[in-house]
């Protein structure tokens, strides 16, 4: 094997060494417990407010809104489940859409098995809701609305800041969370001007620790505790904090927007590189948008008549790493609900893989891996029973 080219990015990232240096230091030296009262104690509570301090910065908000979770899925949890738990009686409605990550998806089943009432708005084919929809959805018992800022699988982006003002208008008492996991770290995505109220994001998405993860909660949303304990941050979130998880999340998060416009522009023109070479190849289809209107760093192909599992397989022998869908799902054999939203052909569902860019993707990867399809797919083409 020659290369390994690693471009399953959506899946997760490789830590920037300087985020890697801080996390095994904060586990072998700085090592206190931030409620000890003690100096190793106040240490690691230093390390805590920097990583509070550098993600408000971050998301123009206030510290006192960042908590700090054990990922994007806890994060998702704990504002769905504790923002319709904290504000049922108002109302016992929600909505999302069709596309969500499972861990807003089952969250929202969940739920409905609690007594709450589901709205899911359907997407077009390029994976984004209809703000026409989302306002006939809404009524005066809608208690919270999940909209994600960027699919993980398409990459396709929603209208949040414009969805933010409708839902702000129609009913101020509404939460609005957003599912930004995939869109922090490469859009400058600021609650208070989008009206967003719960805000989740994870650190393995933006070359960050794995197993840390942030959850913005505005000034006006109430949301009860979905864990209980000693009483950690506020109470919301109970457990000892994982100090070389948010100090590595809050790292990784500002070395990603101290070069975030000239790093998207860079992945904008390595995606259209890869678009333009893949769409030479016959029977292979892009979903969804590709321009700006899109991901930076997302792309999903469609190759006819050969199976996602046995490309990915054919890829990994030449050293290159993709996925066959959403690694959260990759592993279980019902086709991607995303991929039926937009309209994917029954035959493509299980013919689609996922291509997902970093900083660390050079021009040469893309090149390879361009060639290596070419050389690839027309042999699996003539192996393939008709």
């Known amino acids: ?62 510290e006192r809104g960042i908590f700090f979770t054990s990922g994007g899925t806890e994060s998702d949890n704990i504002a769905l489940i504790g923002g319709a738990m904290a504000n049922c009686r108002m109302g016992r409605h929600l909505i999302t859409t069709v596309i969500e990550h499972p861990a807003v998806l089952q969250t929202m089943q969940h739920l409905e098995e609690q007594g709450f009432r589901v709205t899911y708005l359907p997407v077009d084919q390029n994976g984004r809701i209809s703000l026409e929809d989302l306002e006939r ?19 396709s982006l929603q209208p949040v800041a414009e969805a933010g003002a409708m839902i702000r208008q129609m009913n101020p008492r509404t939460l609005f969370h957003v599912d930004a996991v995939q869109g922090f770290g490469k859009f400058r995505i600021y609650p ?9 994001a994870s650190g393995h998405k933006i070359h960050g ?39 590595g999340l809050a790292k ?50 469609s190759v006819a008549n050969i ?28 086709p991607s609900a995303t991929l039926k939203a ?15 860019f970093s900083v660390f993707t050079t021009e040469e990867e893309i090149d390879y891996t361009l060639q290596a399809m070419y050389d690839i797919i027309p042999m699996l083409r003539r192996y393939t029973r008709r």
């Open 209 to 247: 620790p794995k197993g840390a993860g942030l959850l913005y909660v505005s000034e006006k949303a109430k949301v009860k505790p979905i864990l209980f304990g000693g009483g950690q941050q506020g109470g919301l979130r109970s457990g000892t904090e994982n100090v070389p998880g948010a100090a």
């Open 1 to 62: 094997m020659e290369m390994e080219i690693y471009l399953d990015n959506s899946a997760t990232t490789k830590c920037f060494e300087e985020v890697g240096a801080l996390v095994t230091q904060l586990m072998c030296r700085d090592y206190g417990n931030p409620s000890s009262l003690h100096m190793k104690g106040m240490q690691a509570e230093g390390y805590i407010r920097y990583a509070k301090e550098t993600l408000a910065r971050l998301l123009r908000v206030n």
């Open 342 to 356: 937009i309209g994917v052909e029954k035959e493509l569902l299980d013919s689609t893989i996922r291509l997902s």
């Open 137 to 155: 959805a809404m009524t005066k018992e809608t208690v919270l609305v999940s909209i994600m800022h960027t699919n993980n699988e398409i990459g």
């Open 252 to 301: 990784a998060a500002e070395l990603c927007y101290a070069s975030l416009d000239e790093d998207v522009d860079r992945l904008y023109r390595l995606k259209q590189r890869f678009v333009e070479g893949v769409s030479r190849i016959d029977s292979v289809r892009v979903n969804g948008l590709t321009g700006r209107e899109s991901a930076p760093h997302v792309v999903s192909v």
């Open 307 to 334: 199976r996602s599992e046995v490309l990915l397989h054919a890829l990994e022998d030449k050293g290159i790493y993709v996925s066959a869908g959403s690694a959260c799902s990759a592993r279980k054999p019902q």
């Open 192 to 200: 208070k001007k989008m009206n967003i109220d719960l805000l989740s």
